[in-house]
């Protein structure tokens, strides 16, 4: 088992800045691929950025392109979300995701979940 906590959340203008961060315990040695996805109010949950625990290979969806830059901190555990030029229609829950054994950062499962933080960004 995996558990996943995020932090970092809040409320931040347009064109700012955040940055959240998912730390990872438990039977961490098996993770392949961690990610992070969000989900708006009365959306479903969409896919944001992906990182590769080996070869450190990443991959985002269009929208964030040039704006969030995914990371991590081997000796910590954690991987980061930094956002920038933040805008209102990245407001939502944002959600931390493992994938255990072998995967992908352009479909990540979902093996595990961390329990969301909220992101909101006024205009």
């Known amino acids: 088992q995996v558990q996943l906590v995020e932090s970092g959340g809040g409320l931040v203008q347009a064109g700012g800045s955040l940055r959240l961060s998912c730390a990872a315990s438990?039977?961490?040695?098996?993770?392949?691929?961690m990610g992070w996805f969000r989900q708006a109010p009365g959306k479903e949950r969409e896919f944001v950025a992906a990182?590769?625990?080996?070869?450190?290979?990443?991959y985002y969806t269009d929208s964030v392109k040039g704006r969030f830059t995914i990371s991590k901190d081997n000796a910590k555990n954690t991987v980061y979300l930094q956002m920038n030029s933040l805008k209102p229609e990245d407001t939502a829950d944002y959600y931390c995701?493992?994938?255990?054994?072998?995967?992908?950062?352009?479909?990540?499962?979902?093996?595990?979940w961390g329990q969301g933080t909220q992101v909101t960004v006024s205009s």
């Open positions: 995701a493992a994938d255990a054994h072998a995967g992908s950062v352009s479909s990540v499962r979902g093996d595990y």
């Open positions: 438990g039977r961490t040695f098996s993770t392949a691929v």
């Open positions: 990182i590769s625990w080996g070869d450190l290979r990443t």
